[in-house]
């Protein structure tokens, strides 16, 4: 059963960090693009970074740029996002998503939610003082 599952989500003071945790079963994540969203109430989900399994190139929003990163561990078979310098808009709740790798010369910077075919169940992430 192929199953992703998302923690390390909760409640931190402006300017702290997180990370948060993607951890693959039932299949590995050497051949696809991960990639990690979020969803604010009231808006739509957004793209924060995806890595490319095949060339492990990265991407990171502008909006988290210089503040997020999204590392790996191959031998524990999951994605982290590293949160640094937590802002209060940072506020939402965080999935990470499976999908193909992108075609050689490509980034997962141009894919959006529905290039992702796997799913975590989302992990709450509240930064407030």
């Known amino acids: 059963q192929l199953q992703l599952v998302e923690s390390g989500g909760g409640l931190v003071q402006p300017g702290g960090s997180l990370r948060l945790s993607c951890a693959a079963s039932g299949f590995t994540l050497d051949y696809y693009a991960i990639g990690w969203f979020r969803q604010a109430p009231g808006k739509e989900r957004e793209g924060v970074s995806c890595?490319?399994?095949?060339?492990?190139?990265?991407y990171v929003a502008d909006s988290v740029k210089g503040r997020f990163t999204i590392p790996r561990d191959n031998a524990k078979n999951t994605v982290y996002l590293q949160m640094n310098s937590l802002k209060p808009e940072d506020t939402a709740v965080y999935y990470c998503a499976v999908g193909a790798p992108p075609l050689p010369g490509r980034s997962c910077s141009g894919y959006d939610a529905g290039d992702y075919d796997y799913w975590g169940q989302g992990t709450q992430v509240t930064v407030s003082s």
């Open positions: 890595i490319s399994s095949i060339d492990m190139s990265t």
